[in-house]
């Protein structure tokens, strides 16, 4: 059993910068050549869509076109924490981030909800214009 818990969330203005962190309760020492690692978000009326994606072995993200060169998805491999720097935040970010992971690559890159089946309960993210 993954247990995934983020944090970090909050109210910002356009331009702010936040950082979110998502805690893993697996060993990643054990599995860390096995695990998908992602962020999605959900905006009011919205469904859930893709943000970013590693493998937690290398350091090769991928990144919704609406983010990259904004954000940035990191972990800490001591720490089996998650990262998403996001920089130069819009108002159209507002919304509820999910990390997500998996055991195994995924074969879309990560890109889709559909291939993970551990998720956290979801930070808020608001910004104002």
């Known amino acids: 059993q993954v247990r995934l818990v983020e944090s970090g969330g909050g109210l910002v203005q356009a331009g702010a910068s936040l950082r979110l962190s998502c805690a893993a309760s697996?060993?990643?020492?054990?599995?860390?050549?096995?695990?998908?690692m992602g962020w999605f978000r959900q905006g009011p009326g919205k469904e859930r869509e893709f943000v970013a994606s590693m493998l937690w072995k290398d350091d090769a993200p991928v990144y919704a076109d609406s983010v990259k060169g904004r954000f940035t998805i990191s972990r800490d491999m001591t720490k089996t924490i998650l990262y998403l720097q996001m920089n130069s935040l819009k108002p159209e970010d507002t919304a509820v981030y999910y990390c997500?992971?998996?055991?195994?690559?995924?074969?879309?890159?990560?890109?889709?909800?559909?291939?993970?089946?551990?998720w956290g309960q979801g930070t808020q993210v608001t910004v104002s214009s």
């Open positions: 697996v060993r990643i020492s054990i599995y860390s050549s096995m695990l998908q």
């Open positions: 997500a992971t998996r055991f195994g690559a995924s074969s879309n890159n990560g890109r889709k909800s559909s291939d993970y089946p551990y």
